[in-house]
């Protein structure tokens, strides 16, 4: 099969090769599957560079999440709808095997059907940011209906989909955005309040939209300057989410001012949820299969893109220049 492999760490498009290789072989408690369409996400980019908290051993291939069709079961694989020949599931690759190539495998507990409101593209793009988006906005802020949220990179693949999670929940949404192009897919994806950071001063604005009082809830996969503006325009109790540092920038918070304006700072790894709580992660894909299914969230799909342009969409992911999903369609 072909596949795209890593053998040094470097830029995504230096450094990944597509190859032919073996077919992968499914071990204990794993299933191995079709590629139907493997979605582009930040961390394919840091594991390519050797900057993700997960390195595994040269050589690999990168790809975090996938929708792909069952073909066989490891030794010890319970028999379920999600593990069945045939089944068309959405989960993450097993690594040395990642999703961008013809075929993977999948640790068989992470495999989920995929919902059939979303075609294959869609539904490669829902596991990982929709996840984290929901568990962000409601199980470590507990966003209400009526509250502001406030989403950097709001055009972005985490950023609409928190920004769509959070119009489904009932609170008012202020995108952050950089550029014209990016201000449209925002107030696309259903954005109240649009600011472009290039030409606008976010917190003013922030504070012009809610009236003085400030976002209850900031969503922030960015870091660094997007963060600083993010805790001048904080509402009392409100509470910042960490979700990652696009940015490049990792921001010292300054717990003093957490304590003088009763804000709260959560940080959020999703990936620890399948390891600590792997019931909440199923109840959460039930929770996105059902808003998916009426309608109120849809992964933004930007490019389909065939396999052996893969490389140049992982560096352009990286390089903050895409908006909404890139996903691979073998």
């Known amino acids: ?53 997960v390195r595994p051993a040269f050589p690999f291939t990168p790809g975090v999440e996938l929708c792909g069709e069952v073909l066989a ?17 959405i989960a993450q690759p097993v690594q040395p095997a990642g999703a961008f190539g013809e075929r993977s495998v999948v640790g068989a507990a992470s495999a989920r059907t995929a919902p ?48 769509q999670l959070g119009k489904a929940a009932g609170a008012r949404v202020i995108g952050v955005v950089g550029g014209k192009a990016k201000a449209e897919t925002a107030r696309e994806m259903g954005c109240d309040v649009v600011v472009d950071r290039r030409e606008d001063d976010i917190v003013a604005a922030v504070k012009e939209a809610t009236d003085g009082r400030g976002a209850d809830v900031v969503y922030d996969p960015v870091g660094g300057d997007a963060y600083a503006k993010s805790v001048k325009c904080i509402a009392f109790e409100g509470r910042i989410i960490i979700v990652g540092f696009a940015g490049g920038a990792i921001p010292t918070p300054g717990l003093n001012h957490a304590l003088i304006k009763n804000y709260a700072i959560l940080g959020l790894h999703w990936g620890l949820y399948n390891a600590k709580d792997p019931a909440a992660v199923q109840a959460c894909h039930e929770e996105l299969s059902g ?13 389909r893109l065939p396999l052996d342009e893969a490389a140049d969409a992982v560096q352009r992911v990286f390089d903050g220049i895409t908006t909404g999903r890139v996903v691979i369609q073998p």
């Open 73 to 89: 079961a490891g030794e010890g694989v319970p028999e379920s709808e999600a593990t069945r020949v045939g089944a068309r599931v």
């Open 1 to 53: 099969m072909k596949a795209w492999r890593v053998h040094t760490n470097g830029e995504p498009r230096d450094v990944m090769r597509l190859e032919d290789i073996p077919d992968p072989e499914p071990g204990p408690g794993e299933l191995l599957v079709r590629v139907r369409a493997a979605n582009v996400n930040f961390p394919d980019a840091l594991m390519c560079r050797g900057e993700y908290q």
């Open 116 to 163: 059939e409101a979303l075609d294959d593209a869609e539904a490669a793009a829902l596991h990982v940011g929709y996840q984290t988006g929901w568990f962000g906005l409601h199980r470590r802020a507990r966003l209400q209906p009526g509250e502001t949220l406030l989403v950097h990179a709001a055009a972005g693949g985490v950023g609409s989909a928190a920004v």
């Open 291 to 303: 808003l998916a299914a009426d309608g109120a969230i849809k992964p933004l799909i930007s490019e």
